[in-house]
Nanobody, 123 residues
Framework: EVQLQASGGGSVQPGGSLRLSCAAS????????IAWFRQDPGKEREPISC????????YYKGSVKGRFTISSDSAKNTVTLQMNSLKPEDTAVYYC????????????????WGQGTQVTVSS
């Protein structure tokens, strides 16, 4: 059984940091790409950052470049999203997702999803 376990959300003030983790089980980790999406109520789920585990190729949404860092640890089957300099507009439910091969920016291309974790940035 494939499981993606997302954790690390919470509430922070603007300028603060959070670290999200996505622990994967039931997959051959390096055969997959992991993506972080986020979703506001009433809006479409948008890709924030992706990583291809086999070679570390990454993608970042323009608005998070320089603030967020995605990394992959094959020993722990875990992908981490370090989020720094958080802004109120980063507030959303964050989801991790996995698909075989290269990453995609389309949510419907992902086979497996973790549960969402809430990130709230507010003063």
């Amino acid at each position: 059984e494939v499981q993606l376990q997302a954790s690390g959300g919470g509430s922070v003030q603007p300028g603060g940091s959070l670290r999200l983790s996505c622990a994967a089980s039931g997959i051959t980790f390096n055969d997959y790409a992991i993506a972080w999406f986020r979703q506001d109520p009433g809006k479409e789920r948008e890709p924030i950052s992706c990583i291809r585990n086999s070679d570390g190729t990454t993608y970042y949404k323009g608005s998070v470049k320089g603030r967020f860092t995605i990394s992959s640890d094959s020993a722990k089957n875990t992908v981490t999203l370090q989020m720094n300099s958080l802004k109120p507009e980063d507030t959303a439910v964050y989801y991790c997702a996995a698909r075989g091969g290269y990453y995609s920016l389309a949510s419907h291309d992902y086979t497996y999803w973790g549960q969402g974790t809430q990130v709230t940035v507010s003063s």
